[in-house]
């Protein structure tokens, strides 16, 4: 089995209900942020992204919520699915260096109930 | 994703021995990047290469080193295994534009 995530934080949701899962990042310059989420025995995939322009952005059952303000993001699942199970990462640009580096969180680990 | 394919998917070596893992993407992105993955730790970067002639040390580089080959191949080496590089190992590839990471499957290395 996935050894990844054994000591991550965990979200447990009734399948049907709406999930939030939140990020707090260091750089106040950070001016991009991606979530991603990764499913036992795969790489993590992209989800969603956001500018430091931007308070909210929707994609399919996904809202991400940006607080720059406490430097804080929150990714919002609606209607959870069992194929919803993952971990989820948020990501963001180094302090230093070029923006094509990402600094990952830790990560929490979602999962839905039956 | 199936665009960026790593090999092997799991390896168990032996301590002092030289391994190579092998990335390979049909994105057409010009960079590419190693990370390996550690219960409670994150993604953590190894080294990573915005075009061929390009290679660049991560926050992790000791104990490793890259190979460039080409536009679609990047291949990471532990020139003398260590059990704490035991990790589960990813390759990322990157357009130069949004800055999103596309991942493969992953290698699972064990070092015994």
């Known amino acids: 089995g996935e050894s990844v995530g054994l000591h991550l934080p965990t979200l447990s949701v009734q399948e049907g209900d709406n999930s939030i899962i939140n990020c707090a990042y260091s750089n106040s310059a950070s001016d991009y942020f991606i979530w991603y989420k990764q499913e036992s025995g795969k790489g993590p995939q992209f989800i969603i992204d956001?500018?430091?322009?931007?308070d909210k952005r929707q994609g399919q059952r996904v809202t991400v919520l940006l607080n720059k303000t406490v430097k804080h993001l929150s990714l919002q699942i609606a209607a959870t699915q069992p194929g919803d199970s993952a971990v989820y990462f948020c990501a963001e640009p180094p302090s230093t260096g070029t923006a094509s580096k990402l600094t990952f969180g830790t990560g929490t680990r979602l999962q839905v109930t039956l | 994703d199936a665009d960026v394919t790593q090999t092997p998917r799991n390896r168990i070596t032996k301590t002092g021995k030289r391994i190579m893992l092998e990335c390979s993407q049909t994105?057409?992105?010009?960079?590419m990047y190693w990370y390996r993955q550690d219960p409670g730790l994150g993604l953590r970067l190894i080294y990573y290469?915005?075009?061929?002639?390009?290679?660049n040390k991560g926050e992790i580089s000791d104990g490793y080193s890259v190979s460039r080959q080409a536009q679609a191949k990047f291949s990471l080496s532990l020139e003398s295994a260590i059990p704490n590089q035991t990790a589960l190992y990813f390759c990322?590839?990157?357009?130069?534009?949004?800055?999103?990471?596309?991942f493969g499957a992953g290698t699972r290395l064990s070092v015994l």
């Open positions: 290469s915005f075009d061929v002639k390009d290679i």
């Open positions: 994105k057409g992105h010009d960079r």
């Open positions: 956001i500018r430091s322009n931007m």
């Open positions: 990322a590839t990157s357009d130069g534009g949004r800055n999103i990471q596309y």
